[in-house]
């Protein structure tokens, strides 16, 4: 049975990662109380275990690489070595500060932040064990549900030692000689990326036929062809067995085609679960399905009044979808006009070495939807500053049709995902090649490629050989 209610108000929210907190600010902004409870640090999953944290150590091995091919670019360089407690120093720092910039941002705002772990014990009623000890029990005249996801694992297969998630391996202060990344899509390319570039032997495990099974298959080549070129081992189309740990050090990997890898540790990167188990959704008759969180488009549970956004709504797990979906519950609750939010319009990027970005459909799904659909790829060795660059890859572009608007953009090469944000607007507003082709793109830039790929498909080449 709930205490009697410490304090109420207009929305209560349960997690404080991007889509709660979002959802506070906006709500806040739009002169609602808003009293906000997180089990941990406000910023969630992206600001401490996610995004920021991995971004970070991909920009160091970035930097890593340069040192390392400067000579190429008539530079006199050379790798002396990584050191990761510098590494993490300098990740830390990025987090700080952004963590102290969104606790300021928050209680500007007038927020109640509420610290402790949250279970839902009745209609729109949250009882919160306190970080400080004791419990204490808060009312919403709406609730939303934002407690994010954890990573999952396989079945029978334990994490601990030297058999880790993304959450470990950050934490991790030295290199590792020889790795083996169980999981081929954005988590697992990301740290093998990382890994490789900072001097280890990496192996990627994926039971799917490419890496990035999410992607367009030409955007799993484009991958599979540069991660190939810079060393990392592939094993795609096999399943994980089994692994031991020895008594001193390393791991054996055991595949199902009986084979095995050795290595100093293995990274567990089968993707991200909801967490949504023990908090008390369902009995308060909340509708779950396969620990996700029942919504309809507008967010709304199968309880009145209750709304769930970002990673226990299925969809893509993305900081910048849970984000826009708690402004988009803020402001139904304010009155204030507005859209519902269509997954495929959300932009995607990997932040590998090569990056990946893409909106949209691929060309499988976009054949099934439309039946009808044509492409056009353009190379970026025809682009003069991703040849500055000595990057490879290139963008595809799938259309409706032979005239119809481009429902899909997929991008690959150094960079390219800054260039996702004209992508998203071409998607979103359902532009055709032939709007495209006019527009100007500064020259040199990589943009161009996005235009020259438009020019393409409006049979507008100028590049085109033949």
Same mark, same amino acid.
């Given at each position: 049975?709930?205490?009697?209610?410490?304090?109420?108000?207009?929305?209560?929210?349960?997690?404080?990662?991007?889509?709660?907190?979002? $959802?506070?600010?906006?709500?806040?902004?739009?002169?609602?109380?808003?009293?906000?409870? !997180?089990?941990?640090?406000?910023?969630?999953?992206?600001?401490?275990?996610?995004?920021?944290?991995?971004?970070?150590?991909?920009?160091?091995?970035?930097?890593?690489?340069?040192?390392?091919?400067?000579?190429?670019?008539?530079?006199?360089?050379?790798?002396? *070595?990584?050191?990761?407690?510098?590494?993490?120093?300098?990740?830390?720092?990025?987090?700080?500060?952004?963590?102290?910039?969104?606790?300021?941002?928050?209680?500007?705002?007038?927020?109640?932040?509420?610290?402790?772990?949250?279970?839902?014990?009745?209609?729109?009623?949250?009882?919160?064990?306190?970080?400080?000890? *004791?419990?204490?029990?808060?009312? *919403?005249?709406?609730?939303?549900?934002?407690?994010?996801?954890?990573?999952?694992?396989?079945?029978?297969?334990?994490?601990?030692?030297?058999?880790?998630?993304?959450?470990?391996?950050?934490?991790?202060?030295? /290199?590792?000689?020889?790795?083996?990344?169980?999981?081929?899509?954005?988590?697992? $390319?990301?740290?093998?990326?990382?890994?490789?570039?900072?001097?280890?032997?990496?192996?990627?495990?994926?039971?799917?036929?490419?890496?990035?099974?999410?992607?367009?298959?030409?955007?799993?080549?484009? /991958?599979?062809?540069?991660?190939?070129?810079?060393?990392?081992?592939?094993?795609?189309?096999?399943?994980?067995?089994? /692994?031991?740990?020895?008594?001193?050090?390393?791991?054996?990997? !055991?595949?199902?085609?009986?084979?095995?890898?050795?290595?100093?540790?293995?990274?567990?990167?089968?993707?991200?679960?909801?967490?949504?188990?023990?908090?008390?959704?369902?009995?308060?008759?909340?509708?779950?399905?396969?620990?996700?969180?029942?919504?309809?488009?507008?967010?709304?549970?199968?309880?009145?009044?209750?709304?769930?956004?970002?990673?226990?709504?299925?969809?893509?797990?993305?900081?910048?979808?849970?984000?826009?979906?708690?402004?988009?519950?803020?402001?139904?609750?304010?009155?204030?006009?507005?859209?519902?939010? &269509?997954?495929?319009?959300?932009?995607?990027?990997?932040?590998?070495?090569?990056?990946?970005?893409?909106?949209?459909?691929?060309?499988?799904?976009?054949? &099934?939807?439309?039946?009808?659909?044509?492409?056009?790829?353009?190379?970026?060795?025809?682009?003069?500053?991703?040849?500055?660059?000595?990057?490879?890859?290139?963008?595809?572009? /799938?259309?409706?049709?032979?005239?119809?608007?481009?429902?899909?953009?997929?991008?690959?090469?150094?960079?390219?995902?800054?260039?996702?944000?004209? &992508?998203?607007?071409?998607?979103?507003?359902?532009?055709?090649?032939?709007?495209?082709?006019?527009?100007?793109?500064?020259?040199?830039?990589?943009?161009?490629?996005? *235009?020259?790929?438009?020019?393409?498909?409006?049979?507008?080449?100028?590049?085109?050989?033949?």
């Amino acid at each position: 049975m709930a205490n009697e209610v410490t304090g109420s108000a207009d929305v209560l929210i349960l997690g404080g990662g991007s889509g709660g907190y979002a $959802c506070a600010l906006r709500a806040a902004q739009l002169g609602m109380s808003v009293i906000l409870i !997180e089990a941990d640090k406000l910023g969630g999953t992206c600001l401490h275990n996610g995004c920021i944290p991995t971004k970070a150590l991909l920009h160091s091995a970035e930097v890593a690489d340069s040192v390392r091919e400067a000579p190429g670019f008539g530079v006199k360089a050379t790798l002396d *070595g990584i050191d990761m407690s510098a590494v993490n120093s300098y990740k830390n720092d990025v987090i700080a500060g952004l963590y102290r910039g969104l606790q300021g941002l928050v209680a500007s705002r007038e927020i109640e932040l509420v610290s402790g772990r949250g279970r839902v014990v009745g209609d729109r009623v949250v009882e919160v064990e306190l970080a400080d000890g *004791g419990t204490a029990t808060y009312r *919403g005249e709406a609730l939303v549900l934002a407690t994010g996801s954890e990573s999952k694992s396989l079945p029978g297969l334990e994490i601990g030692g030297r058999v880790m998630t993304s959450d470990r391996a950050l934490e991790l202060d030295s /290199v590792p000689d020889r790795v083996v990344v169980l999981g081929g899509g954005v988590i697992g $390319c990301e740290f093998a990326s990382v890994w490789s570039s900072l001097g280890a032997h990496v192996t990627i495990v994926e039971a799917a036929p490419n890496l990035l099974p999410t992607e367009d298959v030409w955007t799993s080549k484009q /991958v599979e062809r540069a991660f190939r070129k810079r060393g990392l081992v592939l094993r795609t189309k096999t399943a994980f067995a089994a /692994v031991t740990q020895g008594d001193q050090a390393g791991v054996d990997v !055991e595949l199902a085609d009986g084979s095995h890898i050795e290595a100093d540790l293995m990274l567990v990167a089968v993707g991200r679960g909801p967490r949504t188990a023990d908090m008390g959704f369902a009995e308060a008759g909340i509708d779950i399905d396969r620990g996700f969180v029942v919504t309809d488009e507008w967010l709304q549970t199968s309880v009145p009044g209750v709304f769930a956004v970002g990673d226990i709504v299925a969809g893509p797990q993305l900081a910048h979808r849970g984000f826009a979906q708690g402004i988009l519950v803020a402001e139904q609750l304010a009155g204030v006009d507005c859209m519902p939010i &269509a997954d495929k319009g959300i932009p995607r990027v990997t932040y590998s070495n090569p990056e990946v970005a893409s909106v949209g459909l691929t060309e499988a799904e976009a054949a &099934a939807e439309y039946g009808e659909v044509s492409t056009a790829v353009y190379d970026l060795g025809g682009n003069g500053k991703s040849r500055i660059l000595r990057t490879s890859g290139g963008v595809k572009l /799938v259309r409706q049709g032979d005239d119809g608007p481009v429902v899909g953009i997929h991008l690959v090469g150094a960079r390219v995902g800054e260039l996702i944000g004209e &992508a998203q607007l071409i998607y979103n507003w359902e532009a055709t090649a032939a709007d495209v082709a006019p527009l100007i793109h500064a020259h040199p830039t990589q943009a161009e490629a996005l *235009g020259e790929a438009h020019l393409a498909l409006a049979g507008k080449a100028l590049h085109a050989h033949g």
